[in-house]
């Protein structure tokens, strides 16, 4: 690589909600920095984004940390929230009035890369990264538009990111990606299991080997009602994935009263967290789904913006004092409230998705109703706080994970 001064202070691949918060938070820490910050996207706003699109508090708790807010984004309100195992199970709610919000991720996201811009920071649309090369003095970004030189370089471009092949990542880090597949239909007929406005997870696959669930989500398609639908399969709990999730769908889909062969079945990787994976290295780090996020769920759109946050800090004190190794960036991830959400979360899959007796699936749906309702809402989710808590706060929060 011959030499080249900088182009960008920092370069980050992705502009979904990993990206654009690293790139928000980053400019609210270091104003000095908005000239020095490029977000790079593949495609152009808004896109289409595969995602079931539930929004738990912390997501409007992580956007109002950057002024922004989920009442300038179409939502639906999801009423209940019923965790079933064969039809048969308990209802929740993760906040006061409401079981989550749902919206749709191109919305979502292009109102982040909107607000990317209106502060003045650049985003290159149609850029699409090749190769990433780093050097002890710089970071050089291949695209179909050219390279970029920077100092260093965040990658947020997903499951498949091609920033993470550049970090170290371990031989056998696709055991850490789930599968999904999805789809978005008209309104159904009325689900005998569940009231219209509500929510759907249905565990009964994992009598068939799925390590995962049947989602049914209220949703909608510019404002017209929609549901979202699909199956989500963690492969946390071990083993190669042997079942087919379209057969599951469309099962699932039957017993909710509609045509299975309507279905149009789209299908996309998650990389859930694992502590010991690489997530940074010299001048370069990771966030969001390159990273990892949750394992039980597979919720990654609050788990990504706070991401952002963290990496934003990394970021910020490495620029001010020129270490540039991300040497802490893991350990940062780690202590973090996000970080202990997010080991929760992993091991929690590892231990439920192991059981293979459909005799203890069934009765830890059936009858653990209040354990999993008091765990989920405080160790689960609602794990980001008004404000950044304190690590003492943290640990007292989550006190499984002190030393």
């Keep these: 690589m011959n030499a080249k001064q900088p182009d960008y202070d920092v370069i980050i691949v992705g502009s979904g909600p990993a990206g654009s918060s690293t790139a928000l938070n980053l400019l609210a820490r270091s104003p000095t920095l908005r000239e020095r910050i490029v977000v790079l996207e593949k495609a152009t706003h808004p896109r289409i984004k595969l995602c079931a699109g539930g929004v738990v508090p912390d997501v409007e708790r992580c956007l109002g940390s950057v002024g922004l807010t989920l009442a300038d984004i179409h939502t639906v309100s999801v009423d209940w929230a019923h965790m079933h195992y064969r039809g048969r199970g308990f209802r929740m709610r993760v906040a006061r009035d409401e079981a989550f919000r749902v919206l749709r991720r191109n919305e979502l996201d292009a109102y982040l890369a909107d607000n990317v811009q209106r502060r003045g920071i650049r ?27 920077g100092r260093v370089v965040v990658g947020a471009d997903g499951a498949k990111s ?46 068939n080997g799925v390590q995962g669930y049947f989602w ?12 979202t639908a699909g199956v989500y399969d963690s492969r946390a709990g071990g083993g190669d994935p042997r079942t087919s999730l379209r057969t599951i769908m469309q099962a699932e889909m039957e017993a909710s ?17 694992d502590p010991n994976a690489t997530i940074a290295t010299h001048r370069v780090l990771l966030a969001g789904d390159a990273a990892g996020v949750d394992a039980v769920f597979g919720e990654g759109i609050s788990l990504s913006l706070g991401y952002g946050e963290v990496a934003a800090e990394a970021l910020a004190g490495a620029l001010a004092t020129g270490d540039l190794s991300f040497s802490d960036y893991a350990q940062r991830v780690r202590s973090s409230a996000l970080g202990r959400s997010l080991l929760m979360r992993t091991r929690v899959a590892k231990i439920l998705y192991r059981l293979r007796s459909p005799a203890i699936q069934r009765a830890l749906i059936w009858y653990g109703g209040p354990f999993f309702r008091w765990f989920l809402s405080r160790y689960i989710f609602n794990w980001r706080p008004e404000t950044m808590s304190t690590e003492h706060e943290q640990r007292r929060r989550f006190p499984i994970f002190d030393a």
């Design 216 to 227: 049914n989500f209220p949703s909608h398609d510019g404002g017209d009602p929609r549901r």
């Design 257 to 273: 009263g509609r045509d299975p062969t309507e279905l149009v079945l789209e299908g996309h990787p998650l990389r859930w967290y």
């Design 162 to 207: 091609v920033v993470r092949k550049h970090v170290g990542a371990s031989h056998n880090s696709e055991r850490r990606v789930a599968r999904l597949v999805e789809s978005l239909v008209p309104e159904m007929p009325s689900d005998p299991r569940m009231p219209a406005g509500d929510a759907l997870f249905e565990f009964g696959c994992m009598a």
């Design 123 to 149: 985003l290159e649309e149609h850029t699409e990264v090749s190769r990433v090369h780093v050097s002890d003095s710089m970071v050089s970004v291949e695209t179909n538009r050219g390279r970029l030189v």
